[in-house]
């Protein structure tokens, strides 16, 4: 797959994660998990490019005795979302064109 596609849906799928509720690391890649396998580095890249890109912002607070950071979707995180959501579509359809069968004689 096209990095740059990659990216931009691993990027998505972390403000997915967050969209309801804040979130810290581990429970981002838990809730990940079903759909798609994140290592910590690759999250802890994306929850930084995400917070300079103003999608996300991020709380310290103290969880057992340690400090976690929490994330927290913004307004612009959560208009990202709803481009891709309309962004998608458009991919399905030339995705379903590209793979639709050739009919004989046409």
């Not at 690759?42 to 917070?51: A, C, D, N, S, V």
């Not at 300079?52 to 991020?58: G, I, K, Q, R």
């Amino acid at each position: 797959m096209d990095t740059q596609i990659k990216r931009g849906i691993l990027d998505v799928c972390v403000l997915a994660a967050i969209k309801n509720e804040d979130s810290y690391g581990y429970k981002i890649i838990k809730d990940l998990k079903p759909y798609i396998e994140l290592s910590e580095s690759t999250l802890y890249t994306i929850l930084k490019r995400l917070e300079n890109a103003d999608m996300l912002t991020v709380r310290t607070a103290e969880h057992n005795g340690r400090l976690r950071k929490y994330y927290r979707i913004t307004e612009n995180g959560a208009k990202r979302l709803e481009a891709f959501k309309s962004e998608w579509k458009e991919v399905m359809l030339i995705y379903e064109f590209v793979c639709k069968e050739e009919k004989n004689g046409d």
